[in-house]
């Protein structure tokens, strides 16, 4: 996996969920009582006293602290992707794997220079033979090398002549992205080559470029690859079994 940029340091949240979580909880404590009884206060030791306790439980416990911090995490990236969820699942014109109307998305955020991303081609496969109502949108996240870029835009490019998953496999098995690989690959696709060039120099080709990657910065994304299924965002090759999951919990969501 590949960082964007890095996160602070996880003592550091740790000490600051931890205060969040003494403040919380003597803030609900106070506002229980008052609602409880208008008429009362809850005096400064009394706070203290339940402040203590909670010290206590958490130093004795802090084992919950990180799962607090997940689910804060979790509940966060929900929010974040709330804001921006139509357009992190709407395709680039032919940029999709599987079934293009999938009833369940699953967004990837991909480079074809991510050792990662190579290693995860197998588990989409097998995520597609086994789910027919899978739909994967690629969004091609070039931020290696400078030929992962132009991987990228002939990825684009391939999208736009129907012919995205054979780049796509044939792109990744090549190896590296270099000139050479990117036009076997191209080749391998079957791609005219001269619509290819006049796609690759569209400005909405670079457009959708910086879009995503703005995307992947607003979701606070960390890497190569990243998957987005449902509410839950997640980066690094996490393999078959944690993104089946995944998806089977975004297919109950809808159902109910």
């Given at each position: 996996?590949t960082?964007?940029?890095?996160?602070?340091?996880?003592?550091?949240l740790l000490?600051?969920l931890?205060c969040?979580?003494?403040?919380a909880?003597g803030?609900w404590?106070w506002q229980?009582?008052?609602r409880?009884?208008?008429a009362?206060?809850?005096?400064?030791?009394?706070?203290?006293?339940?402040?203590?306790?909670?010290?206590?439980?958490?130093?004795?416990?802090p084992?919950v602290?990180?799962k607090?911090?997940?689910?804060?995490?979790r509940?966060?990236?929900a929010d974040r992707?709330g804001?921006?969820?139509?357009?992190?699942?709407?395709?680039?014109p032919?940029?999709v794997?599987?079934?293009?109307?999938g009833k369940?998305?699953l967004v990837?955020?991909?480079?074809y220079?991510c050792?990662?991303?190579?290693?995860s081609v197998a588990?989409?496969?097998?995520?597609?033979?086994?789910?027919?109502?899978?739909?994967?949108?690629v969004?091609e996240?070039p931020?290696l090398?400078?030929?992962?870029?132009?991987?990228?835009r002939?990825?684009i490019?391939?999208?736009?002549?129907?012919?995205?998953a054979?780049?796509h496999?044939?792109?990744f098995?090549?190896?590296?992205?270099?000139?050479?690989?990117i036009?076997a690959?191209?080749?391998?696709a079957?791609?005219?080559m001269?619509?290819?060039?006049a796609?690759i120099?569209?400005?909405?080709t670079?457009?959708?470029l910086?879009?995503?990657?703005?995307?992947?910065?607003?979701?606070?994304l960390?890497?190569t690859?990243?998957?987005?299924?449902?509410?839950t965002a997640?980066?690094?090759?996490i393999g078959?079994?944690?993104?089946g999951?995944?998806?089977?919990q975004?297919r109950a969501?809808r159902?109910g």
């Amino acid at each position: 996996m590949t960082a964007i940029a890095r996160r602070p340091l996880l003592s550091l949240l740790l000490v600051g969920l931890a205060c969040a979580v003494l403040g919380a909880l003597g803030s609900w404590a106070w506002q229980t009582r008052v609602r409880a009884d208008p008429a009362s206060g809850l005096a400064a030791r009394d706070r203290a006293a339940i402040e203590a306790v909670v010290h206590d439980y958490l130093m004795a416990h802090p084992e919950v602290l990180p799962k607090a911090m997940e689910a804060l995490e979790r509940r966060g990236t929900a929010d974040r992707l709330g804001e921006v969820r139509a357009e992190v699942e709407r395709a680039h014109p032919g940029v999709v794997l599987g079934n293009p109307a999938g009833k369940v998305t699953l967004v990837e955020f991909t480079d074809y220079a991510c050792g990662y991303c190579r290693g995860s081609v197998a588990d989409v496969d097998a995520l597609i033979a086994a789910n027919p109502d899978l739909r994967v949108v690629v969004r091609e996240l070039p931020i290696l090398t400078p030929e992962s870029t132009d991987a990228a835009r002939m990825a684009i490019a391939a999208g736009a002549q129907g012919r995205y998953a054979a780049f796509h496999k044939a792109m990744f098995a090549a190896g590296r992205p270099n000139a050479e690989t990117i036009a076997a690959a191209a080749r391998a696709a079957g791609l005219d080559m001269a619509k290819a060039r006049a796609t690759i120099a569209a400005a909405e080709t670079q457009a959708e470029l910086a879009r995503n990657l703005e995307l992947a910065r607003r979701l606070g994304l960390d890497g190569t690859p990243s998957w987005i299924v449902g509410d839950t965002a997640q980066s690094g090759a996490i393999g078959r079994e944690a993104l089946g999951q995944a998806i089977a919990q975004a297919r109950a969501g809808r159902q109910g």
